[in-house]
């Protein structure tokens, strides 16, 4: 169909953002889905000087790329989440071991990320909220309704100042559905769009990494909320269970062989990307592919390659006729 091929530069942080434009520019990507850490960008600087927006924009042009939406997952996270000493990993130094602090960074910076993609000519702002009841998501001890429900509550109170600000810069939220966010799968997103009253600056970043190793297949998910899918990440997991490895992952790190389930580089898991692109285009999504590579078990230049032609060769146009129309006399 020709969408638009973006990579997700969140797990190439560790390079700069010059560097990461000049490698995606020579496997041949069409943009960039820029994480806001690493030098990648400053969503302060970005909403607030010129010229920072203007310069990478420019390493943008220079390596042939376009950005159509920015990530930042990781001030989201600690937006909504029950403190606990991780979140110091994604907040600056001066706020480890301060949850109000940190909570109150992460409102700021979110706030900010929407002037930021507004100043890139973005739409689309991709992350995480964050989740007060994840570690509720085994009922023992006992876990009541009402602790759900203030849970889902508080994650409104919470986002809908921030998605007030998504609205006058004319930008849209796109939540990862995700394990540790308030809405993991199903019956939780519908419950968070509900909370939310539907309203438009809400939506889904599609990932269907995330759902199928919890045993749902991918391609129903995108027709349920085919309104509300802002973004779509494509990206593979693979499901291995042989009687001893579980499907929770054993506190077993990624790339352990041992685990029940992995992220996969493309073409390498379980997922069924043909019927995700007939979901796409019976919905009539026309933005982008953003590859979200993560696989411990590949080299990463080989496998943002190998993704690119992947996502080339899986992503079909839809017929404009029927197949047996010529049978017609």
Not at 37 to 57: I, Q, R
Not at 74 to 100: M, S, T
Not at 198 to 203: K, L, T
Not at 236 to 261: C, K, M, Q, T, Y
Request: glycine share 8%; with cysteine.
């Amino acid at each position: 169909m020709g969408r638009k091929v973006t990579i997700f530069t969140g797990q190439w942080a560790d390079l700069s953002f010059a560097e990461v434009a000049q490698t995606m520019d020579k496997i041949g990507y069409d943009g960039l889905e820029i994480a806001c850490w690493g030098d990648h960008l400053d969503v302060k600087k970005a909403a607030e000087d010129s010229s920072y927006v203007e310069k990478k924009l420019e390493i943008l042009a220079e390596n042939n790329l376009q950005v159509w939406t920015i990530g930042n997952h990781l001030a989201g996270q600690c937006v909504g989440d029950r403190y606990d000493p991780r979140l110091d990993n994604f907040a600056p130094e001066k706020y480890a071991g301060q949850p109000d602090e940190i909570r109150k960074w992460a409102i700021e910076e979110m706030k900010l990320t929407a002037a930021a993609a507004k100043n890139l000519g973005v739409e689309v702002v991709t992350g995480f909220t964050g989740s007060p009841i994840w570690k509720f998501f085994y009922s023992f001890p006992q876990t009541t309704e009402a602790m759900i429900e203030e849970g889902f509550d508080q994650i409104v109170e919470l986002w809908n100042p921030i998605l007030d600000v998504f609205k006058e810069n004319g930008v849209k939220f796109a939540l990862e559905v995700h394990p540790t966010e308030i809405a993991f799968d199903f019956y939780t997103t519908k419950k968070l769009l509900d909370k939310f009253d539907w309203r438009p600056e809400f939506g889904i970043n599609f990932d269907p990494s995330h759902l199928i190793w919890q045993g749902m297949t991918p391609y129903l998910f995108l027709r349920d909320f085919s309104q509300r899918i802002y973004h779509v990440h494509m990206k593979d997991a693979a499901v291995s269970l042989n009687g001893r490895e579980g499907i929770l992952g054993s506190h077993l790190p990624f790339g352990d062989r041992r685990r029940g389930w992995d992220f996969r580089s493309l073409g390498h898991g379980d997922i069924d990307f043909d019927e995700i692109i007939r979901e796409l285009n019976k919905m009539n999504y026309t933005g982008p592919l953003s590859v979200e590579w993560e696989d411990s078990g590949m080299d990463r230049m080989y496998g943002a390659e190998e993704a690119l032609n992947f996502v080339r060769n899986v992503d079909f146009a839809p017929s404009n006729l029927a197949f047996d129309d010529s049978m017609e006399k």
